[in-house]
């Protein structure tokens, strides 16, 4: 299967990487936990407000990134697995390159073949989507899978709370896939 990836928040831990220099520029103390909704200027101290949004257009923020638990290893699973798997990142033009950057530096990815920026995620035709933001999952047109986070909670959409839970959600909806197609291919025989 082809099987699109978010960045942020997903394979990169960019909230904890903007709620640590935010911490540090407004002397607060935000936790990830805190963020209960997508906008995230309702969470931040007033002096800050809508300034929040331009930590997501910070390249230095990539360089303190780490990686989501266990996501490299289970990409790698998945690779080995057969599936074929693209990185698709809704991306500012100054976050591009970094998060390209981090996504070759962690060996994530080999080349950009593999990633892809676009922000209307649901134009791009792969199996399986996973993201972290619940309004890419509901419009897509096919398979997609909530990655679960403190800003998503109340979203009653598909959904994994790490990547271990993804390796068996993909296995699961392959068999699905599978088996449906033998269903067609049995009813194709019987019509003949
Ligand atoms: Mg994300």
Same mark, same amino acid.
């Given at each position: 299967?082809?099987?699109?990836?978010?960045?942020?928040?997903?394979? +990169?831990?960019?909230?904890?990487?903007?709620?640590?220099?935010?911490?540090?520029?407004?002397?607060?103390?935000?936790?990830?936990?805190?963020?209960?909704?997508?906008?995230?200027?309702?969470?931040?101290?007033?002096? +800050?407000?809508?300034?929040?949004?331009?930590?997501?257009?910070?390249?230095?923020?990539?360089?303190?990134?780490?990686?989501?638990?266990?996501?490299?290893?289970?990409?790698?699973?998945?690779?080995?697995?057969?599936?074929?798997?693209?990185?698709?990142?809704?991306?500012?033009?100054?976050?591009?390159?970094?998060?390209?950057?981090?996504?070759?530096?962690?060996?994530?990815?080999?080349?950009?073949?593999?990633?892809?920026?676009?922000?209307?995620?649901?134009?791009?035709?792969?199996?399986?989507?996973?993201?972290?933001?619940?309004?890419?999952?509901?419009?897509?047109?096919?398979?997609?899978?909530?990655? %679960?986070?403190?800003?998503?909670?109340?979203?009653?959409?598909?959904?994994?709370?790490?990547?271990?839970?993804?390796?068996?959600?993909?296995?699961?909806?392959?068999?699905?896939?599978? %088996?449906?197609?033998?269903?067609?291919?049995?009813?194709?025989?019987?019509?003949?």
């Amino acid at each position: 299967m082809n099987i699109g990836i978010d960045c942020d928040d997903v394979v +990169c831990d960019l909230g904890n990487a903007w709620i640590l220099k935010y911490n540090q520029d407004y002397d607060d103390n935000l936790k990830k936990e805190d963020i209960t909704q997508w906008d995230v200027s309702k969470f931040v101290k007033k002096e +800050c407000g809508k300034k929040v949004f331009g930590y997501f257009n910070d390249p230095t923020l990539y360089l303190n990134c780490l990686e989501m638990p266990n996501s490299l290893n289970c990409i790698n699973i998945l690779k080995e697995q057969g599936h074929n798997i693209f990185f698709i990142s809704a991306c500012m033009p100054k976050t591009m390159e970094a998060k390209y950057e981090w996504l070759i530096n962690h060996k994530y990815i080999d080349s950009t073949k593999e990633f892809i920026a676009i922000y209307n995620k649901s134009l791009i035709n792969v199996d399986i989507l996973l993201d972290d933001k619940p309004e890419t999952i509901e419009n897509f047109p096919k398979k997609g899978v909530l990655f %679960s986070q403190p800003w998503n909670q109340t979203y009653n959409l598909p959904r994994v709370n790490d990547w271990e839970e993804f390796i068996k959600f993909v296995k699961k909806y392959n068999d699905l896939l599978i %088996s449906q197609n033998q269903s067609l291919d049995t009813f194709a025989k019987w019509v003949r």
